[in-house]
């Protein structure tokens, strides 16, 4: 009786264990594909190329390493939109991809779909901006809230303790952002002569973050900073914000988010006084080894996976420059003061 006991308990362990490897995509044969949807905001924001060909790279790596094809779906919506991405998200889903890392549009919006990922076996994981209150098993990224905090200290450095402040952004909501957002106030909080005057938002989209940034200089010509929780209106062509270009040579400070090329031009054309950086590149590189490692090998991850953040100034401007040419992210950059 207890070897038939004995028998039957470890037909259930093994059954267990056959069904989460199986949930995890482990059972797949050696020499298979696994294919991972890659899932940026929007198609249409070009910070998410870099991401993007860090994912393919890792790819190519882990094909050649075997023993599986690992294969990469960069999918999105055009424009950043809660409700495409959500669409996005279901088509990839009935695909039977077997992993999911996105950039979340919206935390809220988009629980319900990783949720219903997840309970269809396909684990997920966010990569930029989370949704932390879904069934994602890790998250990759900077702390922008620390991100938010550094800019502000940033700013101050160039402009000082007192005057007119404002904040650009991109979707309302999008935790990331908002995160950053956070972070900005409570670094200003302890300059009483700060003023946020104004948050104005872009949608992520190009010409409306030169419009909103232009109003805006319109509204406070007094205007003593600005703080881009993103580089939106910087993909702009020079001169398509005559006001704020003028206000900058004049003496305004800006600090940005992110440190593409273009924004580094600006920085060193004394546009802008800082910027806070992420890790492009990891963000699809990394995301794709994470997702591999967890279908593959079962590997845990804490909740939430530090990035870390580059911080530039005009102090070591040129070697942010020269690893962009490069394409070299590897050394650590000289100090920003």
């Known amino acids: 009786m207890r070897r038939n006991v004995l028998v039957v308990s470890l037909l259930v362990v ?21 294919t991972f949807a890659w899932i940026p905001k ?11 060909d860090g994912a393919f790279a890792k790819a190519k790596e882990l094909t050649a390493k075997g023993p599986y ?5 960069y ?3 055009v424009a950043s939109d809660a409700a495409e991405q959500v669409r996005v998200i279901e088509d990839v889903i009935a695909r039977g991809v077997d992993g999911i890392a996105l950039s979340a549009n919206d935390p809220t919006a988009l629980a319900d779909v990783i949720n ?8 997920v994981m966010t990569w930029d901006s989370d949704s932390p209150d879904s069934k994602r098993f890790t998250y990759l990224g900077v702390n922008n809230y620390e991100g938010g905090k550094a800019a502000a200290d940033l700013l101050v450095r160039a402009m000082g303790t007192k005057g007119k402040v404002a904040l650009l952004t991109g979707v309302p909501g999008a935790f990331n952002l908002e995160e950053r957002i956070r972070g900005f106030k409570d670094g200003v909080k302890k300059y009483p002569g700060i003023e946020v005057v104004r948050t104005v938002y872009c949608n992520d989209d ?7 940034v232009e109003e805006t200089m319109q509204a406070y010509p007094d205007l003593k900073g600005w703080f881009f929780v993103g580089l939106w209106p910087l993909f702009a062509e020079r001169g398509s914000m005559p006001l704020w270009e003028a206000a900058a040579k004049k003496g305004m400070k800006t600090v940005a988010f992110d440190t593409l090329p273009v924004e580094l031009e600006f920085l060193k054309d004394g546009y ?9 590149w990891g963000w699809g ?9 967890r279908v593959v090998h079962g590997k845990q991850f804490p909740k939430w996976v530090d990035s870390g953040m580059d911080l530039v100034t005009a102090k070591n401007v040129n070697a942010m420059i020269q690893a962009w040419e490069k394409k070299d992210f590897t050394k650590p950059l000289p100090p920003p003061y």
């Open 14 to 34: 093994a059954l267990v264990v056959g069904l989460s490897a199986v949930a995890l995509g482990a059972a797949k044969p050696p020499g298979s594909k696994l």
């Open 42 to 52: 929007a198609l249409n924001n070009p910070v998410f190329e870099l991401g993007r």
């Open 69 to 73: 094809q690992v294969e990469v779906l």
């Open 75 to 77: 999918v999105g919506s």
């Open 116 to 123: 219903k990922a997840v309970a269809a076996g396909i684990p």
């Open 206 to 212: 190009i010409n409306l973050g030169v419009q909103v």
């Open 272 to 280: 802008l006084a800082g910027l806070v950086g992420q890790k492009y």
């Open 285 to 293: 590189y990394d995301s794709i080894q994470i997702l591999y490692d």
